[in-house]
């Protein structure tokens, strides 16, 4: 290998792992290696990862897809850098920390069989109170969240125009008095084709709260194990949102929607 030069990988473990890459061989002193994007050689030189279509391949960065493996440091490392889209082959991913989102970025996956793992300890979450967030998707995922939580396993607070779309949602084992997702207040949320299902929270699968200006379309909300009301619960004025196309499945006496007086300019279709 010399200056100039590019070399191929098979795999980042082992062939055929799903993480290869191309790498552009420089010699260049202003590169910092950090090990994600810049890996130092044994000859000096760095090998420097070319990104194809600004989308950062996980895989391709060291994530194990078998669950064996906390990432949420390289997860809050990828999202940190200067990309803003993240792909998640086929595969299970552990989360046992807290992984900061941020504005404008994409979480793309290969459908359902790329599935998030959120134990316990781990979260998804924006900053709280600390700016307002803009732009945020997560498309074409499993989101699994395990165990007896003492926090929310996906927190939007203070972002606006993001999207969840045809993701499927669902909890593992354990009850807890805490919601599987929580948007707080929000602005312009597309929750569109997703799935929850075989819920075992206590409370609400979807929770909305001071947010406007949402949609909630075509989703199936499988609540039939809630101990308190409410698959999708809306409150503290919760206003102009459409709820349509919905179906829902829930506890034959706690009920399924839930919104209290607060609420105005509900469209439920």
């Known amino acids: 290998l010399i200056d100039g030069s590019y070399a191929k990988t098979l795999g980042y473990y082992a062939s055929n792992d799903g993480g290869g890459a191309t790498y552009k061989i420089v010699d260049d002193d202003t590169l910092d290696v950090d090990n994600l994007f810049v890996l ?12 194809e279509d600004a989308t950062l391949n996980v895989l391709q960065f060291g994530a194990k897809n078998d669950n064996s493996t906390d990432l949420t440091e390289l997860f809050n490392s990828l999202i940190s850098s200067d990309y803003n889209r993240l792909f998640l082959p086929q595969g299970q991913y552990k989360i046992l920390g807290i992984v900061e989102m941020k504005s404008n970025l994409f979480i793309d996956g290969a459908g359902t069989t790329s599935q998030i793992n959120i134990q316990e300890t781990g979260r998804l979450r924006t900053l709280p109170d600390s700016e307002q967030f803009r732009n945020i998707n997560r498309t074409n995922l499993c989101i699994r969240v395990n165990g007896t939580r003492t926090n929310y396993a996906v927190d939007f607070n203070n972002a606006d125009l993001c999207k969840i779309e045809r993701c499927l949602i669902r909890s593992d084992t354990g009850n807890s008095n805490y919601n ?32 406007s200006d949402n949609f909630i379309v075509n989703n199936i909300l499988w609540a039939d194990e809630m101990t308190e009301a409410g698959g ?38």
Request: hydrophobic share 40%; net charge positive.
């Open 40 to 51: 130092e050689l044994s000859s000096g030189l760095k090998a420097q990862i070319i990104v």
């Open 180 to 211: 599987g997702i929580c948007f707080r207040l929000n602005g312009g949320l597309h929750c569109y084709d997703n799935k929850v299902i075989n819920n075992q929270f206590n409370k609400a699968s979807l929770h909305f709260k001071d947010s």
């Open 232 to 269: 999708l619960v809306l409150e503290a004025s919760c206003s102009n949102t459409l709820i349509s196309g919905n179906h829902f499945a829930g506890h034959p006496t706690l009920g399924q929607l839930r919104f209290n007086a607060s609420c105005s300019q509900l469209r439920i279709v």
